[in-house]
């Protein structure tokens, strides 16, 4: 009896908090149509359903009524830095929002749990107008939760002309999923800041020099060397998010299915032959005691700097800037450290050729938020072509003359790297406002531009750093290639793919740290869990679609 | 046993001699400030069980809350078949029961040790000292747990070192790994643990100690025959609840502590309730481990007490 008493209460509180949930889900879903419905007159007064007839109401006067466009922004946790209140921030609200009657709202993505960050913004409908992602997988698994609304090309090029005359033939190219407008994209020149920077001294200590490391075989054999000399070690780390590790391992020329079939910068393909080479050096490297023994605890940039920068290791990878800190903080602690760019073909096989992961020739993918209503995603193409106009694109970049920079005889900017004042930039530049429109900056001329990176990446003192980098870049422009790009939904990579990375990493790193006579044996048994785990269903169904044709 | 159910028979029956209505008549005060706690948890612990129906859905962010597909068992089902669910059950359980085993039971020893400390004064600065690591968040116990034990450059390490001895991978090899993180369980939570079975000790009845002392008892047989009887009921009520956490554990510990090169133990069910809810935003698959994780515990509380009960004990509900 007491039983059911209490029985009844808990059902009463249940029933009547399952009331007060449905009733507040009820409301936010009426809201959300009441926003809709009327935002929907505001264009339907001229615009009609046929693509062929389409009027667009003008806006360049701004808005009548207030409008919300948030954005996303990468937050990056540079020190110091607010990503959502800044001089930039501010500087858009009064030339961008203030003029066209819009509020813009920046919204802070955080860069290392990007997908996480939005997958919870999105189901609390609280994410940005902008939805997007630097690779192509995660942009369709975003599209596969239908979170992205269908574009109408035709609305982009009337209120985006500048972007869309810049933007069209990439959109139109490779914005389509299931034939349906649904991406919208940055620019990407070409070209790429990501450099191995070696510790000159210590190969110079050894009787080595940079440039006669072209090999991998050189470069354990240095590696070896500066073990014997106790100088220290070659940098490794953890291995997550972006599986490019093995493109030195690969077959050349490229088989374009096989590449197809395999070559994924989400899910590691721990069953092909590069794996098993690039894993066979690892293990050499790491019984030998040539790499950093606890490569699996350096699972961010920080730490792995702090190694380099500790004078524990002696290679680093990096996105090169002009204000990168991790010169100085070297020479902190050894005066007579000095630097050089190692090249690409140091960490390739004798007789391979130095192959990369080349960008798709976009840069961040974007989709408008289903949520968004027709005045904000105007909004987002007003706020893209705005950002586009060279004047705006060229302030978000540099900052303020005279306090940021001063323009030399070619036009470019001078950075100002010790400028601290309010309008100083982001520390990579202010990429994440102006990565909306393109990836790098460019100029009018290749040679300008070339100029500009070598300003904008070297530290002072150090351009030397920059141009080697280009060099390297150009001289291995051949091997680059870039993945496939699958034109349809891979659902089964949605479904394995964060339980596969986590198990790539247990696995890849007992592979590497196997006594060399089990190598084979560990990694045999590493393939099959790898394969049972769902790989090998990714796989078929791959196969499926490259069958079909549905990539390219 | 017998003194209780004789106090129990004197108590006189106490009529109910007002009703509802008039009893909120005249205590309306005491009902009205009774709201604001009731509605709290009828808001944060009651209205968020509704999202248990994504276990039974495959919810797509767009579709919303309810509008869904309703699936059934079929999450559940493919919950089941995934190879990491039967190692993170394997390993929920048996960490949390090694954790029953050394943390459940570190706090009676320590407790029973603080209370025969005479000195007030050391007393209080030991128990600070104890209760300390409770307040450390389990972010920055797993930092300083790799700058002590850690194998490359750990404090520790490289005293072993320097005495000629060899450096250890407390943190670095599963089965090292799992003794360091029962010890730094332990750790974290056996000062704290004392405070509810200190508060039970202070309640015995000195008199109880006195007569023993005249019997002739030792500090060791009044502990044997009069503290751990008298904190029996606490013991048993707080083992009830630690059972019903058997399936939960703690993801921020797991996850503080974790590296990839000892990754046996590491997969346990929050830690895959991270994964596939935060990660992956498979919100459905997320919510069905939880629920699965919930009434498995809920099953233990029950049949604890049951068992309790039937061993003569008060048990908690």
Not at chain 1, 327 to 342: C, W
Request: charged content about 20%; proline content about 3%.
């Amino acid at each position: 009896m007491k039983l059911k008493k209490v029985s009844l209460v808990l059902l009463g509180f249940l029933m009547v908090s399952s009331m007060l949930t449905a009733c507040s889900n009820n409301n936010s879903k009426s809201n959300s149509i009441g926003t809709k419905e009327s935002a929907a007159p505001a264009s339907s007064d001229s615009k009609s359903n046929n693509a062929a007839e389409v009027e667009y109401t003008d806006y360049s006067k701004g808005f009548s009524e207030k409008v919300t466009l948030e954005l996303p922004v990468y937050e990056r946790a540079f020190e110091g830095w607010n990503v959502s209140d800044n001089y930039y921030t501010r500087w858009v609200q009064k030339e961008f929002g203030d003029k066209y009657n819009i509020n813009v709202k920046f919204v802070p993505i955080t860069r290392k749990g990007e997908v996480t960050d939005y997958e919870q913004l999105l189901a609390s409908h609280n994410a940005p107008d902008i939805i997007f992602h630097y690779d192509m997988p995660q942009a369709l698994a975003y599209y596969s939760e239908d979170v992205m609304q269908e574009l109408d090309h035709n609305e982009i090029a009337y209120y985006a002309p500048l972007y869309w005359n810049n933007m069209q033939d990439t959109i139109k190219q490779y914005g389509q999923v299931d034939s349906k407008n649904t991406f919208f994209f940055a620019a990407r020149p070409a070209a790429d800041n990501s450099v191995l920077l070696i510790r000159k001294d210590w190969v110079e200590k050894v009787g080595m020099k940079v440039e006669d490391i072209t090999s991998l075989e050189k470069y354990n054999e240095l590696l070896q060397k500066w073990k014997d000399a106790g100088i220290g070690v070659g940098a490794e780390s953890l291995k997550k998010n972006n599986y490019n590790f093995n493109y030195n391992f690969r077959n050349w020329p490229v088989d374009k299915e096989e590449r197809a079939l395999y070559s994924d910068l989400g899910v590691a393909d721990l069953t092909t032959s590069a794996t098993e080479g690039y894993l066979r050096n690892l293990n050499y490297q790491y019984n030998n005691g040539l790499i950093d023994k606890e490569f699996y605890l350096r699972d961010d940039e920080q730490k792995i700097k702090a190694q380099f920068v500790a004078g524990k290791t002696g290679t680093f990878s990096l996105y090169l800037t002009n204000n990168t800190d991790v010169i100085d903080a070297t020479l902190q602690n050894d005066p007579k450290a000095e630097f050089a760019v190692l090249p690409r073909s140091a960490w390739a096989p004798e007789g391979n050729k130095a192959q990369e992961r080349a960008y798709w020739p976009f840069g961040l993918i974007m989709g408008i938020n289903y949520d968004s209503t027709d005045l904000e995603r105007i909004a987002v193409w007003m706020y893209l072509d705005w950002l586009s106009q060279p004047e705006n694109l060229f302030f978000m970049q540099n900052g303020v003359e005279g306090q940021n920079y001063t323009l030399d005889a070619d036009g470019i900017p001078a950075m100002n790297t010790d400028f601290a004042g309010e309008s100083v930039l982001a520390q990579n530049n202010n990429k994440d406002y102006w990565a909306l429109v393109t990836e790098m900056v460019q100029y009018d001329d290749a040679e300008t531009t070339r100029k500009a990176y070598i300003r904008q990446w070297a530290p002072v003192g150090y351009e030397y750093l920059a141009e080697n980098m280009l060099e390297n870049y150009d001289k291995n422009a051949e091997y680059r290639t870039p993945d496939a790009l699958f034109s349809v939904v891979l659902e089964k990579v949605n479904e394995y793919k964060t339980d596969l990375n986590v198990l790539f990493q247990e696995l890849y790193v007992k592979c590497a740290l196997a006594p060399t006579d089990k190598f084979d044996e560990v990694y045999e048994a590493a393939k099959k869990t790898y394969l049972d785990a769902g790989y090998q269903e990714i796989l078929d169904e791959k196969q499926k679609a490259i069958d079909a044709g549905q990539f390219n | 046993m017998k003194v209780e159910s004789a106090i129990k028979e004197k108590r006189p029956a106490i009529k109910q001699k007002h009703s509802i209505a008039q009893s909120l008549r005249q205590e309306w005060q005491l009902y009205l400030i009774l709201v604001i706690p009731l509605c709290f948890v009828i808001l944060f612990k009651y209205a968020p069980l509704t999202g248990l129906v994504l276990a039974f859905k495959d919810y797509k962010i767009a579709r919303g809350f309810w509008g869904s597909d309703w699936v059934g068992f079929e999450v559940f089902r493919e919950i089941l078949a995934k190879p990491d669910f039967a190692r993170a059950f394997r390993n929920t359980i048996m960490l949390n029961v090694l954790d029953l085993v050394f943390s459940f039971t570190m706090p009676i020893i320590l407790a029973l040790l603080l209370n025969e400390i005479k000195s007030i004064k050391f007393k209080r600065v030991n128990q600070t000292l104890l209760y300390l690591p409770h307040f450390l968040s389990w972010v920055i116990i797993g930092a300083i747990a790799y700058q002590l034990l850690g194998e490359g450059s750990g404090v520790v390490n490289n005293v072993f070192e320097a005495f000629g001895g060899n450096r250890v991978p407390f943190l670095q090899e599963d089965t090292h790994w799992l003794f360091s993180y029962l010890f730094i369980g332990v750790w974290h939570s056996m000062g704290w643990g004392t405070i509810l079975y200190l508060a039970a000790i202070s309640g015995i009845n000195p008199e109880l100690y006195e007569a023993a002392v005249v019997d002739g008892a030792g500090r060791l047989r009044k502990m044997w025959n009069i503290t751990i009887p008298s904190i029996r009921f606490t013991i048993i009520t707080l083992l009830i609840m630690n059972l019903g956490k058997v399936m939960e554990g703690s993801f921020e510990r797991i996850f503080s502590l974790q590296n990839k090169a000892t990754t046996e133990f590491t997969t346990t069910i929050p830690v895959l309730v991270y994964r596939w809810g935060i990660e992956s935003g498979n919100f459905s698959r997320a919510t069905a481990l939880g629920l699965f994780q919930t009434v498995i515990g809920l099953a233990m509380v029950l049949m604890a007490d049951r068992v309790a009960k039937k061993l003569g004990e008060d048990g908690i509900f």
